[in-house]
């Protein structure tokens, strides 16, 4: 097919077919770099830095949808949120910045925690708690 993406890892052993997508993400974990070798399709190998804008696109930053809830990544909506069954008809909206995904799941987790305590904060001065 040709929007399957192929890479070479550092001991010279092909990889894939990748989705474009998929090789975005292994540009944005580091796996695949600049002078890593790629292909698309059945064409010749090149490195990767001869494509126009990978690089750039890897280092932007990510937005996902989350259950307003539990901050868990939400692929379709409205739908109950799989992990906490909160039926989500708009979700919340988090960027992750490349510097804490490339941190690692953990700091990209905190990150959406710091998020959370924000909004809940907010929502905490805005609705009065005892209304009468």
């Given amino acids: ?4 993406w192929f890479y070479r890892t550092p001991d010279d ?9 998929e090789l975005l993400e292994l540009v944005r974990r580091g796996q695949i770099q600049e002078q890593t070798l790629i292909r698309k399709g059945d064409s010749a190998w090149f ?4 494509v126009g804008g990978l690089f750039a696109a890897a280092a932007k930053p990510r937005v996902k949808m ?5 901050q868990h990544e939400i692929k379709l909506f409205p739908a109950a949120c ?3 069954g909160f039926f989500v008809q708009q979700p919340a909206w ?8 490339a941190a690692g799941p953990a700091a990209a987790e905190g990150r959406l925690q710091d998020v959370g305590q924000r ?12 209304p009468k």
């Fill in 47 to 50: 490195p990767a830095k001869t």
């Fill in 82 to 84: 799989r992990h906490c």
């Fill in 66 to 70: 989350c259950c307003p809830e539990c």
């Fill in 1 to 4: 097919m040709a929007d399957e």
């Fill in 119 to 130: 909004l809940g904060g907010l929502v905490r001065r805005l609705v009065p708690r005892n």
């Fill in 94 to 101: 988090v960027r992750l910045d490349p510097a804490a995904l």
């Fill in 13 to 21: 052993q092909p990889c894939g077919p990748l989705r474009p997508g």
